[in-house]
């Protein structure tokens, strides 16, 4: 058969992964697809960089839309990233017939609706494996393996950077920049490393899930971001006393009102398998009304992990390329004329517990009146601590039970205005994740 023609958008980590996979891996690849997959061009910047790397045979130019015009190229792979030129060469390449695979979740979650519903009125294919959890097949598993359940929740950590700098702060005592810069020089870090350290790519990646979870539209506006950059190193030492480590989760649940859809720095018990995930790896816990738990881990960033993905989606594409379009796997799972719009909640109407610190001067009345705030915003305290400060100060630190994020707005405010409270009041989000 004759072998399907890929034109690669970017050679970066990721795209010289995938030229590598398909390179060592391409006779296996070849068994396994039915057919060869072979790179016929690359779009990228700088050609005599990426000359070195693929040889003479292969087309290298700057101009992406070339590829995204180019009668010979069967699929377009996208992983340059960004949003401009990226969007414009892919719904080109959609208009001219070709099948798209990407790793961009910053793309696919901002213009997500625009780009499926433009691939699905021309009957191609748009896989994007690689743009959630790296080399983790989450979304096959969600959108197929899973697809007999009603999903109830979705909880991960999706971003390898954040979770890289939080073991390293946590297990090395080493400073946040320092931490950083490794992870920009190993390739997890995004282009702009503010997209990960303010949860921003986290966020990308959970809208997409909730998306396949529970059949909605991409909504990555309605998302809740709070990032790690906040972080103070003595809250990761509280947590742990408490029996608790902090990891950036990206968290979406289904409630009769509607959807949660946030990611933040949340206490998780140490002793559950999601708090020693460590280093730049993912891992998404997802709970079905029939399978229960399950739970999905590897490596969430870099070259050859990522390239798995994306190999695996160009294999996908290639076995489905003659497969009638009404009978593919949805792209977001639900067929799309069963996409509804059920409300994604406003952060005030989520339900969480809480970790809430406060520095304050060290005299009597202090606890009651901060226990009278709480009782009348309906917040219940599950355990709290002391911590001396200096000679007459202390840190008071609360762990509550669940409550409307809506109260504990209305105590935080309270807190605050009190003559007795030093600091800003910390307060992070408990999940027991059971
Ligand atoms: P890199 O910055 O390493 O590579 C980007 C590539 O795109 C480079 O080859 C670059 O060319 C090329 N490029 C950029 N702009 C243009 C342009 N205007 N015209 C032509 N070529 C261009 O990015 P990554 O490989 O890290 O990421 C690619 C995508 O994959 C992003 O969407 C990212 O979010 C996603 N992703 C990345 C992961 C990772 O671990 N790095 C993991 C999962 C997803 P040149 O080489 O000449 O500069
Ligand atoms: N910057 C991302 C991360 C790359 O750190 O997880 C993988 O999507």
């Not at 057919?35 to 910047?45: D, G, K």
């Not at 060469?89 to 979740?105: D, P, Q, R, W, Y």
């Not at 979406?252 to 946030?262: A, D, F, M, V």
Request: glycine fraction near 8%; aromatic fraction near 4%; charge should be negative.
């Amino acid at each position: 058969m004759k072998p399907i023609r890929v034109g690669l958008l970017g050679l970066g980590v990721v795209g010289s992964g995938v030229w590598t996979v398909l390179a060592q891996n391409g006779g296996e690849i070849a068994r396994r697809a039915g057919r060869r997959i072979e790179v016929a061009a690359v779009a990228v910047r700088n050609v005599a960089k990426a000359r070195a790397l693929v040889g003479a045979d292969v087309r290298v130019v700057t101009d992406g839309m070339a590829l995204a015009h180019d009668p010979d190229i069967d699929i377009v792979v996208e992983l340059m990233g960004g949003d401009t030129l990226a969007r414009e060469c892919m719904l080109a390449a959609i208009a001219n017939g070709k099948h798209i695979v990407t790793a961009n979740k910053a793309l696919l979650a901002l213009h997500g609706n625009e780009i499926f519903a433009a691939a699905q009125r021309r009957g191609v294919m748009v896989a994007f494996e690689a743009a959630v959890a790296g080399g983790i097949p989450i979304i096959k598993a969600i959108r197929e393996g899973l697809t007999a359940n009603r999903i109830q929740w979705v909880a991960g950590i999706i971003n390898g950077t954040t979770n890289f700098i939080l073991s390293e702060m946590r297990q090395r005592g080493l400073p946040f920049e320092t931490v950083l810069a490794e992870a920009q020089q190993l390739g997890y870090a995004e282009a702009d490393p503010t997209f990960d350290i303010e949860g921003v790519d986290a966020a990308h990646k959970l809208t997409l899930l909730a998306s396949l979870a529970f059949g909605v539209p991409v909504q990555f506006d309605k998302a809740t971001t709070e990032g790690i950059s906040h972080l103070a190193s003595e809250d990761i030492v509280h947590a742990e006393r408490l029996g608790y480590r902090i990891k950036l989760l990206g968290i979406t649940r289904h409630r009769p009102e509607g959807i949660e859809l946030r990611v933040h720095p949340t206490l998780i018990p140490a002793d559950c398998l999601l708090a020693n995930v460590e280093g730049a790896m993912n891992a998404v816990l997802v709970r079905g009304d029939a399978v229960g738990l399950s739970m999905y881990y590897g490596q969430g960033a870099g070259s050859l992990p990522t390239a798995s993905a994306v190999v695996a989606d160009l294999v996908d594409v290639a076995r489905l390329q003659a497969a009638d379009p009404e009978h593919r796997v949805p792209h977001l799972a639900f067929q799309p004329e069963s996409v509804v719009d059920i409300p994604i909640l406003p952060m005030s109407e989520v339900r969480s517990s809480y970790y809430l610190r406060l520095r304050v001067d060290d005299r009597p009345g202090v606890l009651a009146d901060l226990a009278r705030i709480l009782s009348q915003s309906q917040i219940s305290v599950g355990s709290m601590f002391q911590q001396p400060h200096g000679e007459h100060q202390a840190d008071i630190i609360f762990l509550t039970h669940e409550a409307r994020e809506g109260d504990v707005d209305t105590a935080l405010q309270a807190m605050q205005a009190l003559s007795f409270v030093r600091s800003g009041v910390t307060r992070l989000r408990v999940e027991s994740l059971n």
